[in-house]
């Protein structure tokens, strides 16, 4: 194991035994997403998505574990240790910072995943969803997700003071999100001129990878058009880290 290797190890299993025992995060990863997808589920029963509605349900699932595991649970995280000074702490010894962002945002990335998984298995053995069309498209667009999610989580909590007021400054992303992004209602079933300007949205060039990855019926322009979109946000987002990152206490 190399020494960054076994850095970032020893900061996400810290992280992660921080994380269980926060029973409102871990209760926020672990059942949120499938309460989410039982709504899209039921609130896609009076719409024509352009697609099965377990299939625009379960696609749409693995945006919103993205949005919660990912971006929601690193807000908080990134507050919280900035608030304790164990980002301070941390940046007194060798550990270069893109290693303490890296290490900090291990876990929710791993259960994110994980969860992912869990839907694909799930659509797939239990809801008649296809097996993933091109599962190149699916992983890029889950991977690229949890790497944007992360990086606006980061940029977020710069100007989150506290904790609990990451409750308001993560709010604006879930809501574009979820209505914008084809997270709860597919863009297909848009006008065409707001589908247009949605797909300028950070989430939504994920959520055409994944859809392509898993349903397929893109073409090439789309997909490319996608993931131009998605790594220019990821790439904004990383300035703005680099930028405005707080590393101490608000005051």
């Not at 240790?81 to 990335?109: M, S, W, Y």
């Amino acid at each position: 194991m190399t020494a960054t290797a076994g850095r970032l190890t020893a900061l996400g299993r810290a992280e992660l035994t921080l994380l269980l025992r926060n029973r409102t995060a871990l209760a926020v990863a672990l059942v949120m997403p499938g309460a989410s997808v039982a709504v899209i589920k039921s609130s896609l029963d009076q719409l024509d998505p352009g697609m099965s509605v377990a299939e625009a349900a379960m696609t749409g699932g693995i945006g919103i574990v993205l949005i919660l595991v990912v971006h929601l649970n690193l807000v908080s995280a990134y507050v919280a240790r900035r608030e304790e000074l164990v980002l301070k702490r941390l940046r007194t010894g060798e550990v270069p910072d893109r290693e303490i962002l890296a290490g900090t945002a291990l876990p929710a990335a791993s259960l994110a995943l994980a969860q992912c998984v869990l839907i694909v298995v799930a659509g797939v053995a239990f809801l008649g969803v296809g097996a993933p069309k091109r599962p190149e498209l699916l992983v890029l667009g889950v991977l690229l997700g949890m790497v944007l999610l992360a990086a606006l989580a980061a940029a977020t909590s710069a100007v989150t003071r506290t904790v609990e007021s990451a409750q308001l400054t993560t709010l604006p992303m879930l809501l574009i999100s979820y209505v914008g992004s084809g997270l709860l209602i597919p863009l297909e079933v848009m006008p065409q001129e707001l589908a247009s300007a949605c797909k300028l949205l950070p989430v939504t060039g994920v959520m055409t990878l994944v859809r392509a990855g898993w349903l397929g019926g893109a073409d090439a322009h789309d997909v490319v058009g996608a993931a131009v979109t998605a790594l220019a946000w990821t790439a904004l987002s990383v300035f703005a880290v680099q930028r405005w990152f707080r590393w101490e206490p608000r005051r």
